[in-house]
């Protein structure tokens, strides 16, 4: 070999070399902690104004951060949500219509970060988001261990918060690599049955309850109205009041829970260095008049269920959320894109979200929130609701029977009034929004091979008959 090949062949090996470290150099952005709690009712926290003190740790994280009051879901059922949360477009665009199909295969904020330098991890609570929701092929580590059971249906297999968060903890502090991480979160408690752990009553003889006034029947299946669903009864406890004081023993309980996780983070050296986002799949309806579905969500597209909290902190002395207005409407589709933009890092095109830095949504954006649908006997036979948030009204489609329903948050907020056959002109303009998104299904997303043991966890859950 000659002089001259020789030296070739040595700057070549440099720059190749060169070119490895500097793959594996730590990326120069902060860590980020991503939580998303179960079906978690955004008025029900204190940062929101609610009476009970059900959240004192979210509310510290939202003085701490960024409290956006007005955040929507792009769909009632989690797999769906969590699909379009992490990828950021609508439910048809990336194919996920139910918890039947498996994360998609497209650019996501998983992806984004790992191919950037993050070490990406997932710590989740139930069967919805675990393996068979195939979430874990975007991420380095992943952990769905199932540590307890229900006490009333004791088939179904989950992890309660204190769990969820010390084997997140167990993770962080065991980790050796110099490298910024990733580290998603996911709390089962508030879905139903309202069985918290620890003190499960502690809201049922305050001063909030107003026991007595009406009782509910209770259901015979998942799917039921004017009833509590099967899945949701509680002993022989027919008072709606009861099952609200229930459901707010279980955020109390997932609070305390991630209280004692952002210590062990403080303790860790982590918190200043972490980026910490804190949002929810859905709602839930609770004994909210007038609708008719109590104690549910899944198919159900109201406000109560649209309608979920966001919280974002940035890491110790940034503050680049503090010139946006957070009054103003957000998408979930927009959390992916805004965690980019904070850690340093441009969204792919392929992204419908945008990152609340660009600039906070008009007022007449239209904000779609979908039911699980796509499969017969949920939008034929059990009915799915699509929905559509625009400025102060909210219009409503019922798969089954094509009933439309228009709310006007301006003086009906609980939306107990339907006005659709009185405001022809807003009913018929929404509707064209929802039938345009509907229209432009993807079906690009690969259904779940449900096992026999996997479809009984999915009926636990109350997602299947």
């Known amino acids: 070999m000659g002089r001259r090949a020789r030296v070739t062949m040595v700057a070549l090996g440099a720059a190749a070399l060169a070119t ?27 940062v929101a104004g609610y009476g009970r003190d059900t959240s004192p740790t979210i509310d510290a994280l939202a003085r701490e951060g960024v409290w956006f009051p007005r955040c929507y879901t792009q769909s009632a059922t989690t797999g769906a949500s969590h699909a379009s949360i992490f990828t950021a477009v609508l439910p048809p ?10 994360f998609p295969d497209r650019p996501s904020l998983f992806r984004t970060l790992r191919e950037r330098g993050w070490v990406t991890a997932g710590f989740v609570s139930s069967v919805v988001v675990g393996r068979k929701f195939g979430v874990q092929h975007a991420l380095d580590h992943f952990d769905d261990e199932a540590t307890s059971v229900e006490s009333n249906r004791p088939e179904r297999g989950e992890r309660v918060a204190a769990d969820t968060l010390a084997a997140a903890g167990d993770w962080l502090a065991a980790r050796a690599d110099a490298r910024p991480f990733f580290a998603w979160i996911h709390l089962i408690d508030p879905h139903g049955p309202y069985t918290a752990p620890l003190e499960p009553d502690r809201y049922v003889n305050d001063d909030k309850a107003r026991f007595g006034a009406r009782a509910l029947a209770a259901g015979d299946s998942s799917w039921v109205f004017d009833a509590i669903p099967a899945y949701q009864l509680l002993g022989t406890a027919r008072d709606p009041e009861y099952y609200v004081a229930r459901y707010d023993a279980e955020i109390r309980y997932a609070d305390d829970a991630l209280g004692a996780f952002f210590a062990r983070v403080r303790a860790l050296g982590l918190w200043d260095r972490t980026l910490v986002v804190l949002t929810a ?44 207005d957070a009054t103003r409407p957000v998408m979930a589709i927009d959390v992916a894109p805004t965690v980019l933009d904070l850690v340093g890092l441009e969204a792919p095109s392929a992204f419908e979200g945008r990152s609340l830095l660009a600039g906070p949504r008009d007022e007449e954006t239209p904000l779609v929130s979908l039911g699980a649908y796509g499969r017969d006997e949920l939008e034929k036979r059990i009915g799915t609701q699509f929905s559509v948030r625009r400025g102060p009204w909210r219009y409503i489609m019922n798969s089954r029977d094509g009933s439309e329903e228009l709310y006007d948050h301006r003086v009906d907020p ?11 002109a807003t009913r018929d303009e929404l509707r064209a929004t929802l039938g345009g998104v509907l229209a432009a299904r993807a079906g690009a997303a690969r259904p779940v091979d449900i096992t026999p043991e996997h479809r009984e966890k999915l009926r636990a859950l109350g997602y299947v008959e």
């Open 20 to 46: 490895t470290v500097a793959c594996r150099r730590p990326a120069p952005g902060p860590n980020v902690i991503f939580i998303t709690v179960d079906t978690l009712r955004a008025d029900h926290l204190g």
């Open 93 to 102: 665009t990336h194919g996920v219509l139910s918890n039947h199909e498996q």
């Open 281 to 324: 799949d859905h709602g839930e309806t609770l004994a909210d008049p007038d609708h008719h579905r109590y104690f549910s969500h899944g198919v159900i597209a109201y406000e109560e269920v649209s309608r979920v909290p966001l919280v974002i902190r940035e890491p110790g002395g940034r503050d680049q959320l503090a010139r946006v």
């Open 414 to 424: 609980a939306e107990r009034r339907n006005v659709a056959a009185t405001t022809a």
